[in-house]
């Protein structure tokens, strides 16, 4: 169950690193398999083997409607000012991308999840967290989305994204995270 | 020097009051009396040189008397002799005490005592003495079962901390608090319970959510806590002896910051919706639940006065995190906080005078002190994070957490004059103890 928590942060870095394979893996599923009986060893050679040319791999670009396109290509968490939970003027661009795109898909839910860095106490952390989410929430509302789209949670300062203690840290850990709940391709 | 009760009890008393004023220039002009001086110099409470020989009755002897020596060291108001100075060897509680002896080593109080085990039956007889005025100040038998020889060296351990200083000890009792492990991106949290020395460490809870501040009930047999799923918080009463766990039910946003009324009734403990979190109280037979603040900003970390009356809270309805108090129905909060800088996690003393607290101020963590109508602010500690204080059941001490930067949060001390700081015995990471109140 802790794991879930970063299930998201992990799984985001894991699908930059790894759509193409798993998209590959998505196209491969229908093919039937076949039982087939193992090539023979190469037979060892003391010749030194022609040089291969090199290829270079990049992910291919996500599924439309994915997760992975949602956290790609528009982007799944805005930043917040020290003890500040209204929407910074540089989160609104990304959040009217998440408004559009979430128009775009109207069958996907999500989750959004406040958090806060570990300069304050745990309780008070919380209840801040609380406040980020529902002020993204808000804003994704005002902006057409169904409220009942849209959950929110805080996980205060429990839930790090950066686990080093300066203000690089702390920037990133006061963020509002949009989760996926169900609904993508 | 201990001459008899009076005498005894009255400068560690005084010493305490005036330390708890800081008033400490009362305490330099007072006179000094030969016999009591040795306890005081210069406002600072020099620990009492005490003895406490191994008790006879074999291996279990020698180890209640080390669970009450460090005990009374930890206290900060003895200071345990070395055993290998000890001239007298052998003293059985039957016996009185070749005190010639223990004054060269100015032993001001001794401790002796017996262990028995008869018939599945733990027996300990133990005396405390006044070396230098050659008399016995206490004398007294507990019987248990010989699985229970730590808590009986607790109760002893109590009863030389009230006979010596006139006030309820606070060594017969448990921690609740959270075990910490896993890494900062990806921590395990678990509900954890030991003694108040640290020994007997164990889990309530498996690890597969997180949770957050646990606190007693006041007959130390149920705790409340909060647990965060990825989509929900819920808060639990946790029966200690059934194991029988209940939620306290379900709301339309998230649950937390619970803490029990002083007769265990009502759960205070915040609710938020829509963004705005507010104070509820529960009453735990009825299941009724009352809004107890209607204030648009965050009002948590709710805390009962010890005669249930008032519930002293935190609220940034003036801007920045403050605490405020108001009656146990929600009527008029008044703000006790005033000095500059965000107070967080206020917590009523066991004796209903001070009121403790997290206090954030030029980029460090302090926990402090004031007394209910917010005067007399006192800083007690001072470091990168230091959060959420419990106070023991006596009033004296207050346990907390304490990280250093990228560190793991490890549970610590402080006595209320800020003098006696230090890191628990317990050697993991932990994070919001709670104190139970002095055990049966």
């Not at chain 1, 898909?105 to 570990?118: K, L, M, T, W």
Request: charged letters at 20%.
């Amino acid at each position: 169950m802790v794991r879930s928590f970063t299930g998201s942060t992990v799984l985001r870095l894991a699908l930059v690193a790894t759509a193409a394979a798993s998209l590959a893996a998505c196209q491969s599923k229908p093919k039937p398999t076949y039982p087939t009986t193992a090539a023979p060893p190469p037979a060892p050679s003391t010749e030194l083997p022609p040089s291969t040319g090199s290829v270079s791999g990049q992910p291919t670009a996500p599924l439309p409607g994915s997760a992975q396109d949602f956290v790609v290509n528009v982007g799944d968490r805005v930043y917040f000012d020290t003890d500040r939970h209204d929407i910074r003027e540089d989160a609104r661009p990304l959040l009217a991308a998440q408004t559009e795109w979430l128009r775009r898909y109207p069958s996907v839910v999500v989750r959004i999840e406040g958090n806060a860095d570990e300069r304050g106490t745990r309780e008070y952390n919380l209840a801040l967290g609380a406040r980020r989410a529902n002020s993204v929430r808000d804003f994704l509302v005002s902006q057409g989305v169904t409220a009942s789209r849209i959950s929110t949670i805080s996980f205060g300062k429990e839930q790090p994204i950066d686990p080093g203690s300066g203000e690089d840290a702390w920037q990133k850990n006061r963020n509002a995270h949009t989760a996926i709940v169900s609904g993508a391709r | 020097m201990i001459k008899s009760r009076v005498q005894s009890r009255d400068p560690i008393a005084a010493l305490l009051f005036s330390l708890l004023c800081a008033i400490t220039a009362l305490a330099l002009a007072h006179p000094a009396r030969a016999e009591i001086e040795v306890n005081v110099n210069r406002g600072d409470v020099q620990p009492l040189p005490i003895a406490v020989p191994g008790f006879g009755g074999g291996q279990m002897g020698a180890d209640i008397s080390q669970v009450i020596s460090a005990n009374l060291q930890r206290s900060g108001l003895f200071r345990p002799l070395d055993p290998a100075s000890f001239v007298e060897k052998g003293l059985t509680a039957n016996v009185q005490p070749r005190f010639g002896d223990w004054k060269t080593i100015n032993a001001q109080a001794l401790v002796n005592g017996q262990v028995t085990v008869e018939g599945g039956k733990l027996r300990v007889d133990f005396r405390l003495w006044d070396v230098f005025a050659e008399q016995q100040l206490l004398g007294l038998q507990f019987t248990a079962s010989p699985e229970s020889w730590r808590k009986v060296a607790h109760k002893i351990s109590d009863a030389v901390y009230e006979r010596l200083t006139g006030e309820k000890g606070y060594f017969d009792t448990r921690v609740v608090f959270v075990a910490e492990s896993g890494s900062r991106l990806n921590p395990v949290k678990r509900l954890a319970i030991m003694d108040q020395d640290g020994a007997n460490p164990s889990y309530l809870t498996s690890g597969d959510s997180i949770v957050m501040t646990p606190r007693f009930s006041s007959n130390s047999q149920e705790v409340t806590y909060m647990s965060l799923r990825p989509d929900s918080s819920t808060i639990y009463i946790l029966n200690l002896e059934t194991a029988r766990r209940e939620s306290l039910g379900t709301f339309p946003g998230m649950v937390f910051a619970p803490r029990f009324s002083p007769d265990g009734g009502k759960v205070v403990f915040s609710v938020e919706r829509g963004g705005n979190s507010d104070i509820y109280v529960m009453n735990l037979s009825s299941r009724t639940s009352t809004r107890l603040t209607t204030d648009p900003s965050i009002d948590t970390s709710g805390s009962f006065s010890p005669d249930g009356s008032r519930i002293v809270f935190n609220s940034d309805r003036a801007g920045s995190p403050q605490l405020y108090v108001m009656g146990a129905d929600g009527s008029g909060p008044r703000r006790i906080s005033s000095g500059s800088g965000r107070y967080t996690t206020p917590v009523w003393s066991p004796t209903g005078e001070f009121i403790a607290f997290t206090k954030q101020t030029g980029g460090e963590f302090h926990i402090g002190v004031m007394r209910a109508d917010g005067s007399d602010e006192r800083l007690l500690t001072s470091s990168y994070l230091d959060e959420g204080p419990t106070w023991a059941p006596n009033g004296r001490v207050l346990m907390f957490s304490r990280e250093t930067p990228g560190g793991p949060p490890k549970l610590w001390s402080v006595d209320v004059t800020g003098r006696i700081l230090q890191p628990m015995p317990y050697p993991g990471a932990g994070s919001d103890p709670a104190w139970s109140p002095l055990l049966n």
